[in-house]
């Protein structure tokens, strides 16, 4: 499946003091606080609300032929909202496949202007069928000469709209049943040790790698496939020429924000030319922070490089050069980065970050894409009563409907939990505060992972900077 909710340059010796003397000069903004309870305004994906047992306003399996999913990347596109999902059900892979090959990522598409209500229609959201009459979801599908495997856990991360086109993110190359990764900043690409379901080669291994490519056709299919730069395994991106009230010392393109170790690691950061955002040869990676606060940028070239040659132990180690980390983490238990949105959150005033960790989902924010960072606020998590409302608990819930039947241990249900918290930025709004700061209303999907379905979720923050 797509997620499972758990837990070369040297850089001169002048550069890197400047970059260690920043950290200390450059002020952390306060963490934006959440006003009330984060609530579940409608579920997304398939036919029947887990929560309520009702009919879901979509009956995306009746209507569709999309029973079960998780993601649902959001990307504005020339009027519409295109939603990038993970592995979806029913898969139909063909018989004698392997798991990570076929493509099974469905799409939605919005058009939807008004904010989702709690009785209303949700997103009113289409999905992309196949031809014929058979409700039967159609996937996002790479096509051209070079195969992409787009199976199990290999999805698409994120995506943005460019100038000649859709252009989505996909992590290829990773094992449907992955060894677990741990945080590695000085070689942040190394590999666990190879088992049995994992064999941890360039085809298949735990740390996969990205590819971007470019649709003409709302998701339907993509092609122009190229590799993403050293380091940008599960990347997204934002373009900041769709972003009103941006600083205009901000207006540099296309940001693409990439990590390197699925959920063990915090992301980079690269801005490209909108017009040659499909060739990362022109874009600019940053690599910290001059005594100004201001980012510096290094070329493609200098960073595929990275920091300091391979070892002949190691031949396949890598560093990036200088600090190219968006936030310094203060412990290797927030090197816990994985499925995540960026947005400019106009109402704050913010960049707006949402990820999720071992506990739950938490938001960030800064006045740069480049940070400083925040530490994080939880808006989602297991304090907010969950259980049996929104997530299976291990000792279940009563006749609700379990995901997971064949993975029981020890007679307990798979727990849910969520991940993938991705803000739908178009219905961001104010929202009336005390006069102590700005506050705005987020709608953003998550997914969990039993129920495994993605919903609507409303979270109003604030932020103390007027």
């Known amino acids: 499946m797509a997620c499972r909710f758990s837990t070369a340059l040297a850089m001169p010796l002048a550069l890197a003091g400047v970059l260690a003397a920043s950290a200390a000069e450059i002020d952390v903004p306060t963490p934006a606080t959440r006003i009330g309870t984060t609530e579940k305004i409608c579920q997304l994906t398939g036919d029947t609300d887990w929560e309520t047992g009702q009919p879901t306003p979509g009956r995306t399996f009746a209507n569709f032929g999309l029973d079960a999913a998780d993601l649902g990347y959001p990307v504005e596109h020339k009027g519409k909202l295109i939603l990038l999902f993970g592995d ?8 004698g496949s392997a798991a990570e090959v076929p493509p099974d990522d469905a799409v939605g598409v919005v058009v939807r202007r008004e904010a989702p209500t709690r009785d209303g229609k949700c997103l009113e959201m289409r999905v992309h069928q196949k031809p014929g009459t058979a409700k039967i979801f159609a996937p996002a599908t790479i096509v051209g000469p070079t195969p992409i495997k787009q199976g199990f856990f290999n999805v698409p991360s994120g995506g943005v709209s460019g100038a000649d086109g859709l252009y989505a993110f996909f992590w290829t190359n990773h094992c449907a049943r992955p060894d677990p990764l741990r945080p590695s900043p000085d070689d942040p690409l190394a590999r666990p040790e190879a ?11 735990s740390i996969g790698r990205g590819v971007m490519a470019r649709s003409e056709d709302d998701g339907r299919t993509f092609g122009d496939v190229v590799p993403m730069p050293t380091g940008f395994v ?3 991106a934002i373009n900041t020429q769709l972003q009103i009230d941006l600083p205009e010392n901000q207006r540099l ?10 959920r063990a690691s915090v992301p980079y950061l690269a801005n490209a030319p909108i017009e040659s955002l499909g060739d990362p040869a022109t874009w600019k990676f940053f690599i910290g922070h001059a005594p100004s606060g201001q980012p510096i940028w290094v070329t493609h070239e200098k ?3 990275g920091a300091a040659p391979a ?8 560093k990036p050069p200088g600090e190219p980390e968006i936030f310094v983490p203060l412990t290797d238990v927030e090197r816990c980065v994985g499925e995540f949105s960026i947005t400019w959150n106009r109402p704050l005033g913010m960049w707006l970050m949402l990820h999720n960790c071992a506990r739950g989902i938490s938001a960030r924010v800064a006045l740069a894409p480049w940070g400083p960072w925040s530490t994080p606020t939880e808006i989602l998590g297991a304090d907010d009563d969950v259980a049996c409302r929104l997530v299976m608990t291990p000792e279940g819930c009563g006749n609700r409907r379990d995901f997971w039947p064949n993975k029981h241990k020890n007679g307990k249900f798979v727990a849910g939990g969520f991940y993938a918290p991705y ?13 102590s700061g700005r506050r705005s209303t987020i709608y953003w999907v998550v997914s969990s992972w039993n129920p495994y379905e993605v919903s609507v979720m409303r979270t109003t923050l604030q932020s103390d900077v007027h």
Do not use: K
């Open 88 to 95: 979806s059900w029913p898969p139909r892979h063909p018989r």
């Open 195 to 205: 088992t049995r379901q994992c064999p941890e080669n360039d085809d298949r291994n």
């Open 234 to 236: 599960y990347s997204t």
């Open 253 to 262: 393109g296309v940001f693409i924000f990439g990590v390197p170790r699925y």
């Open 303 to 305: 960073w595929m490089r």
């Open 311 to 318: 070892s002949a132990q190691r031949l396949r180690a890598w």
């Open 423 to 435: 803000v739908l930025n178009r219905y961001t709004s104010a929202a009336a505060g005390n006069g």
